[in-house]
């Protein structure tokens, strides 16, 4: 009988974690960019509100974001294991490496998986380093709404995105986030099973469709902010 583990650890096994998880981080960066709107706003009030509600819920925050952790990181490793059972199951590159043109949808994106996930893996640290564990209370980003002292993290947002060397790094890594999810989206419905004709052109063009949403909505952020929008 299989174990569990061999099963897991299989090569079709693999790509379900890796598909399941990826999707798991699609509705995650969805939820983000939906919170993060608040921002568009001309008072600061309404992001630092909901940052102190999600800070508010205590333990379940903390659950919640060690679940987080936890997918990335399975996500991390299962898409390095697919990776080098490709190189191992085809060593040498093929002589001539282009587009296969349709109905494969073999691109840029997919070929560059590895290397547009690592940039998203240092990216992320960054993030997190800057915004969750950057300046607060204590260092006078504080804000008080209906006397409810809170920690400013929209002054620490706008003074970031009004770094020009921040807003072109973020700049780039997201529209490497947009060619990571084109190919990724796709892929995982794919490693899924979800492979009948009238599905494939629907997903496609969803996936294709959410990346855009998900890109832009990304890239104006910093770009409003930084000529002037938001509170600052």
């Given at each position: ?8 650890w299989?090569s079709v096994g693999?790509?379900?974690i890796?598909a399941?998880?990826g999707?798991?981080l699609?509705v ?10 608040a921002?568009l ?6 992001f630092n509100?909901?940052c102190?509600f999600?800070?508010s819920?205590?333990i379940?925050l903390?659950?919640?974001e060690?679940?987080l952790v936890a997918?990335f990181l ?6 390095i ?5 490709k190189k ?6 093929y002589i ?6 349709s ?12 290397i ?11 993030h997190?380093?800057?915004f969750?564990?950057?300046p607060?209370?204590?260092d ?6 209906n006397?409810v002292?809170?920690?400013d993290l ?7 995105f009004h770094?020009i060397?921040y807003?072109i ?6 529209i ?9 989206f ?5 490693s899924?099973?979800?492979q ?5 052109p629907?997903?496609?063009?969803l ?12 890239l104006?952020l910093?770009i409003?902010?930084y000529?002037?929008g938001?509170?600052?």
């Open positions: 009988m299989i174990s569990i583990r061999t099963m897991l299989s693999k790509k379900i890796n399941l998880t999707l798991m699609v995650f960066i969805t939820v983000h960019l939906i919170g993060n709107l921002l706003r001309s008072d600061s009030t309404p509100k909901y102190h999600l800070e819920t205590g379940l903390y659950v919640v060690i679940g997918v399975f996500h991390i490793v299962m898409a294991a697919v990776w080098f059972d191992r199951a085809r060593p040498e590159p001539v490496n282009k587009d296969a043109g109905p494969s949808k073999k691109t840029w994106s997919s070929k560059n998986m590895i547009t996930g690592l940039v998203l893996i240092v990216f992320t640290v960054i997190v380093i800057t969750k564990y950057g607060g209370v204590a006078g980003y504080m804000s008080n709404i006397g002292e809170m920690r929209y002054r620490v947002v706008a003074e970031t770094n060397y807003v790094a973020y700049l780039t890594v997201i490497l986030l947009g060619l990571h999810l084109r190919h990724g796709w892929s995982a419905f794919q899924l099973g979800l009948h004709p009238r599905l494939v629907l997903i496609y063009s996936g294709i469709i959410i990346t855009i949403a998900l890109a832009v909505g990304f104006f910093p409003y902010i000529f002037g938001g509170a600052i």
